[in-house]
């Protein structure tokens, strides 16, 4: 009992522990508020580059989408194109084969008479018009179809006839190598070489 008598006067001053527990609490308070900040500053950055590579996204999908569009319209008009010079040829085509049937067509004839082989040149069977084989083949085979109406945008059906037997072979290649060359002068002309010698 003497013992719990002198121990009884002790005094424990506690402000000092309490100031530290305040100042470790307030650390820790402190600590924690920084760290939601930075969590929360790392959340909102990754939400901002989501954000940004969803509109990425979104650009790239309607950058391709109006890529995919205007290729589209150009294979279009492209196939419209294509059409249009398809038609276009079949109406010439028609339209050389109707002259055909009707008998619309440039004979030229070359024949061998005085020693000498000259080009009879006539449209529809009418009276021809004879062309000498000379320097100026090419110009007067132009003028011939000329003179019947004909220019660069006819239709024209031509036939170069001759007798293999009685023509100079160097004539007929000479005369065939000018029409190719006359060829170039037409859009739309059509020829067709007749040997009667072997149609007989």
Same mark, same amino acid.
């Given at each position: 009992?003497?013992?719990?008598?002198?121990?009884?006067?002790?005094?424990?001053?506690?402000?000092?522990?309490?100031?530290?527990?305040?100042?470790?609490?307030?650390?820790?308070?402190?600590?924690?508020?920084?760290?939601?900040?930075?969590?929360?500053?790392?959340?909102?950055?990754?939400?901002?580059?989501?954000?940004?590579?969803?509109?990425?996204?979104?650009?790239?999908?309607?950058?391709?989408?109006?890529?995919?569009?205007?290729?589209?319209?150009?294979?279009?008009?492209?196939?419209?194109?294509?059409?249009?010079?398809?038609?276009?040829?079949?109406?010439?085509?028609?339209?050389?084969?109707?002259?055909? =049937?009707? &008998?619309?067509? $440039? /004979?030229?004839?070359?024949?061998?008479?005085? !020693? @000498? %082989?000259?080009?009879?040149?006539?449209? =529809?069977? &009418?009276?021809? $018009? /004879?062309?000498?084989?000379?320097?100026?083949? !090419? @110009? %007067?085979?132009?003028?011939?179809?000329?003179?019947? &109406?004909?220019?660069?945008?006819?239709?024209?059906?031509?036939?170069?006839?001759? %007798?293999?037997?009685?023509?100079?072979?160097?004539?007929?290649?000479?005369?065939?190598?000018?029409?190719?060359?006359?060829?170039?002068?037409?859009?739309?002309?059509?020829?067709?070489?007749?040997?009667?010698?072997?149609?007989?």
């Amino acid at each position: 009992m003497n013992t719990f008598r002198k121990n009884k006067g002790i005094i424990i001053e506690l402000t000092s522990l309490l100031d530290i527990i305040m100042i470790m609490l307030f650390w820790v308070m402190l600590n924690i508020s920084n760290s939601a900040q930075d969590v929360e500053k790392k959340a909102q950055e990754k939400i901002d580059a989501a954000e940004s590579r969803v509109v990425q996204a979104q650009q790239d999908a309607s950058s391709r989408i109006e890529k995919a569009r205007e290729d589209a319209k150009a294979q279009v008009a492209q196939a419209e194109e294509r059409n249009k010079e398809n038609t276009a040829a079949v109406v010439k085509m028609q339209s050389a084969l109707d002259g055909f =049937n009707s &008998g619309m067509m $440039v /004979s030229i004839e070359m024949k061998y008479a005085d !020693s @000498k %082989d000259t080009l009879y040149i006539s449209q =529809n069977g &009418g009276t021809p $018009v /004879s062309v000498a084989i000379g320097d100026d083949l !090419s @110009k %007067d085979i132009v003028n011939a179809l000329n003179s019947y &109406g004909l220019d660069k945008d006819s239709i024209i059906l031509a036939a170069f006839i001759y %007798d293999g037997d009685k023509v100079l072979y160097r004539d007929v290649n000479r005369v065939q190598d000018i029409l190719s060359t006359v060829k170039g002068n037409y859009k739309n002309l059509y020829f067709t070489h007749i040997n009667s010698s072997k149609s007989n």
